[in-house]
């Protein structure tokens, strides 16, 4: 693509980034069109379990952002390809959502009720959560089940804030089994990174990771060793930048801004 590309690819997180619940950020859709068109390669990666790659592909094709099921990682599929190749049809208890037991099904992993042997308790988003679901996960971690979790986010942004996120699962478990994830397979990762890196077939330093949290997706890409921005779009605020370990090489009032403030004389320059 010669030397006037820095970056050969660009990892978008997508809640908070590049969409905010049903509606897409303002300009979003010109951006990732213009980095494209320049060559860059495109990944989409999420932390949520609750859709399968699928149908995050046909929500952003739905909000003008083209994309197939092979552009999207999310933290269920990255969590299901690992565990398949760990223990081959590994009995689960999933503290989750009916999406996410699907995705994992479909590795021929055996989701189970909890009331038999267990493998692996898997800890996720889940709207759903009550006691009855806390004390069969605590039941079976305490027969012996190995703990994962699908991604450690304390919050989800949607439109007028934000709910609480597979963080509040995790801390639950914890609190009354004494036992902590021995594998979160979301953000910040590094099985999320080289997941996305291996798929674009591109170095970290060749590559851009673009995310709303600095715990998270600027965590990621700096120990990955990418480029990072961070938008203010979703639940990072500027005044958050104070004291954080984690902090971007640009912060930008959105991703709409991303051309014009850190790919010029890199990817592209859209008028």
């Known amino acids: 693509m010669g030397d006037m590309f820095r970056y050969r690819g ?3 997180d997508l809640d908070g980034t590049l969409y905010r619940g049903e509606q897409a ?18 990944t989409f990666v999420s932390n949520k ?9 046909e929500k952003l094709t739905g909000l003008g952002i083209p994309a197939s099921p092979a552009d999207v990682l999310t933290s269920g599929y990255v969590l299901g390809r690992w565990l398949a190749q760990e223990v081959p049809g590994a009995r689960l208890y999933v503290v989750g959502e009916p999406p996410l037991v699907e995705e994992l099904r479909a590795f021929g992993l055996r989701p189970t009720d909890g009331s038999g042997p267990v493998d692996f308790v898997v800890a996720a988003f ?8 806390l004390n069969t996960a605590f039941q ?25 996120d597979a963080a509040a699962v995790i801390g639950a478990l914890e609190g009354c089994s004494g036992k902590r994830p021995e594998l979160v397979a979301g953000k910040p990762s590094p099985m999320m990174i ?13 590559c851009i990771v673009v995310g709303d949290r600095l715990e998270t997706d600027i965590r990621m890409g700096k120990e990955a060793g990418t480029a990072t921005a961070l938008v203010l ?12 370990p984690w902090l971007p090489d640009v912060v930008l009032e959105s991703v709409a801004e991303l ?10 320059v859209c008028g």
């Open 140 to 164: 079976a971690l305490r027969r012996g089940a190995r703990f994962v979790a699908t991604n450690g986010d304390r919050t989800c942004p949607v439109e007028g804030g934000e709910i609480p």
């Open 10 to 12: 660009v990892i978008f």
């Open 259 to 268: 051309t014009e403030h850190v790919m010029r004389d890199a990817c592209c």
């Open 194 to 206: 080289e997941a996305g890196l291996a798929r674009m077939g591109l170095r970290p330093e060749e």
């Open 126 to 133: 889940d709207r759903t959560f009550d006691y009855a679901k």
């Open 49 to 57: 379990p609750l859709e399968p790659r699928e149908r995050y592909a």
């Open 25 to 42: 950020i303002p300009g979003a859709p010109e951006t990732v069109r213009c980095l494209r068109e320049a060559g860059c390669r495109v």
């Open 233 to 244: 779009t979703g639940v990072t605020r500027r005044e958050d930048l104070a004291g954080s």
